[in-house]
């Protein structure tokens, strides 16, 4: 649990007084969020993968992240980020993405993907994503951006580029290559009188 300002961020589970609230804020903004059953938002709160912002003064959340975690990627998938319409612009998306950060090092990045009509593309920049490519969306005519966060494990590619500048690259003739690779010394061994 996060506590910043009046604004607490937390986990919760599926028996959390906040899951009714959360589903109800899911459900009125379906329209961007798109149709997500009561089931699904039970079973992310089951594996705690639902992060709300709570505010002392509200009976409910006043936003909330829901997430799916790919271990065999080791990637963070956020699937919602929703904030009561009367508390947007007020850094709660920051917050609730700062403490998936937080709970996520041991993860490649977090990814997301989101409809270019719904100019998002400052918020999500703003939040540390870059855009890395666009695909076209379900709904006919509209297209997707999938955003990425990367928290700064390395990878493959990740070290290509520092490897490649920092080879060491000699030339060396053949000749003494092979004076120095191939050259025996001979010793000689008194005690058997012969040389090795």
Known sequence: ?????????????EQSPHLPTVIALGDAHKKTLSFFPKG???EH????????????HQTGCIGY??????HRF?????????????????????KLVNYLIQISKDYTGIGLTCRRDYNLQD?????????????????????????????GHPNLFSTAAEQRYSKLCVVIDANIFFDLCC??????????GRSV
């Open 74 to 94: 080791k990637r963070i998938t956020i699937l919602h980020l929703c904030i009561a319409p009367l508390h947007r612009g007020k850094g709660i998306a920051r």
């Open 45 to 56: 709160a089951a594996r705690r993968q639902i992060i709300v912002a709570l505010e002392p």
């Open 123 to 151: 918020m999500w920049s703003s939040l540390g994503f870059v855009a890395q490519y666009d695909k076209d969306a379900k709904t006919p005519a509209k297209e997707n951006t999938y955003w990425w966060l990367d928290l």
């Open 183 to 192: 050259s025996i010394r001979v010793i000689p061994c008194k005690s058997f």
């Open 65 to 70: 992240l829901l997430y799916k975690a790919s």
């Open 1 to 13: 649990m996060t506590e910043s300002g009046q604004i607490t961020i937390e986990q919760i589970d």
């Open 40 to 42: 699904a938002f039970i």
